[in-house]
């Protein structure tokens, strides 16, 4: 046969060559949505995108020029894998100093993000079949990551009346012989709800009795919090050992693009972790890293500044979102998202004379008649709502809310 002749037969199949694990992959529904909204925009239409979970706000001035001054330094060289010393220092120290933790540097990991350090924990610690229980709704990536290492992904839903927290004894009622770890974020993406002390209390009770269960502790929004106090699951001393707490930059000090994040664990974990980084992508970025480390010593001013913009903007959004008949939301204590229910709008009819099924069909008439785009709620484990950002400025919120009431309003 020539190779023309055989050419046709590769190009007519080209999934069959692609592993199982990426072809049950779900594509990031947030990048999905942003896809479509570019494409909108790209036809010149005004499109507001509320899809992203990213800080409008440019990464500080002086974390910057730390950066262009590690290029001037030359620092260009491969880092060591779990992240240079002085770094890991500094985050021994922000532990210290934040959360009442004290971590040496042989147990904190540098990864290229939270994201990064979320798969290296779920990888060191969960084997094919192993059951993972993620307090739902939760972030996008959390039970494809699970998956990704043969686990077991094992949502539990929290209740709209508790702010869609999961309580300990839904948590300890889902716990069985194969359940390995447990994972949320506090505060969480999607519902912005922050776990107070009393209630990570009882959830660190219930891992006291089940030592051989983990708790992968997202805390990525910690200073994202407009409730009070941020309590870290690790500071329950009877449990520490059994908790990996995950952090990073991207949130707190705007620093999404440069893909910095780290995890703190016990020593064997935190090894185990570096092993596995040593074997994919190795140290992350040598500027980046210095970049973090001039954030951190430059503490929480910058986060606080930011942090009164997405307070203001929470209640801006919270106003109008309760404005509009049929969303139903707790008020976000943290981050920058709102996830109202929506299940008042399902069954009903847009003025194209499509019938909107689920969330997913209301997500696409906001973006096609509102031009708004957010995300719809089955990505998060939680298909009666509908996430969109407060992280843009407040006249784009203004203007999103507006025409998302105008557009609702049009259905029948
Ligand atoms: C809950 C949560 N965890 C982790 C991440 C990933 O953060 P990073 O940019 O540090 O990878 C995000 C980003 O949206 C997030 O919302």
Not at 54 to 66: G, L, N, R, S, V
Not at 212 to 228: K, Q, R, T, V
Not at 334 to 349: C, E, I, N
Request: hydrophobic residues 45%; contains cysteine; glycine residues 8%.
């Amino acid at each position: 046969m020539s190779s023309s002749a055989a050419a046709p037969a590769l190009a007519a199949e080209p999934t069959t060559i692609l592993s199982d694990r990426v072809l049950h992959m779900q594509e990031s529904a947030t990048i999905a949505m942003a896809k479509k909204s570019r494409e909108l925009a790209a036809q010149g239409i005004d499109v507001i995108n509320l899809s992203f979970g990213e800080p409008d706000f440019q990464t500080p001035q002086y974390i910057k020029d730390a950066a262009k001054q590690a290029l001037d330094e030359g620092y260009t060289f491969y880092t060591p894998v779990p992240g240079y010393l002085d770094l890991r220092q500094a985050i021994c120290d922000k532990f210290q100093r934040d959360n009442n933790l004290s971590y040496k540097p042989t147990e904190i990991v540098v990864s290229t993000g939270a994201k990064q350090s979320l798969t290296n924990a779920v990888l060191a610690l969960v084997n094919p079949g192993d059951e993972v229980i993620i307090f739902s709704p939760y972030w996008v990536s959390y039970a494809a990551i699970v998956e990704l290492a043969e686990g077991v992904a094992v949502p539990i839903v929290g209740s709209l009346e508790n702010d869609y927290k999961v309580t300990a004894a839904e948590f300890e009622a889902a716990i069985t012989p194969r359940t390995k770890a447990v994972m949320y974020s506090s505060p969480c993406n999607p519902t912005g709800a922050v776990f107070s002390r009393a209630e990570l209390g009882a959830v660190a009770e219930v891992l006291a009795r089940h030592p051989g269960i983990f708790a992968i502790a997202d805390e990525i929004y910690e200073y994202i919090n407009f409730a009070g106090e941020h309590v870290s699951l690790a500071s329950f001393p009877e449990v520490k050992n059994q908790v990996i707490t995950i952090n990073g930059f991207s949130k707190g000090y705007a620093m999404t693009g440069w893909r910095l994040g780290y995890l703190a664990a016990r020593q064997d974990i935190a090894a185990a972790c570096d092993k596995l980084q040593g074997q994919m992508t190795s140290g992350t970025c040598s500027i980046a890293q210095r970049a973090g480390l001039a954030a951190l010593q430059g503490g929480r001013a910058s986060a606080d500044e930011m942090v009164q913009a997405y307070h203001r903007r929470r209640d801006l959004v919270v106003a109008m979102a309760q404005d509009i008949p049929g969303l139903k939301m707790p008020v976000p204590e943290g981050a920058f998202y709102v996830f109202p229910d929506v299940t008042a709008f399902f069954g009903r009819t847009a003025p194209d004379g499509s019938v909107l099924h689920d969330s997913g069909d209301l997500a696409l008439y906001l973006l096609n008649d509102a031009h708004v785009a957010s995300v719809a709620g089955d990505s998060f484990g939680a298909p009666d709502c509908i996430r969109f950002s407060t992280a843009a400025a407040d006249d784009k919120l203004r203007t999103a809310f507006e025409r998302i009431k105008n557009s609702l309003g049009q259905l029948q």
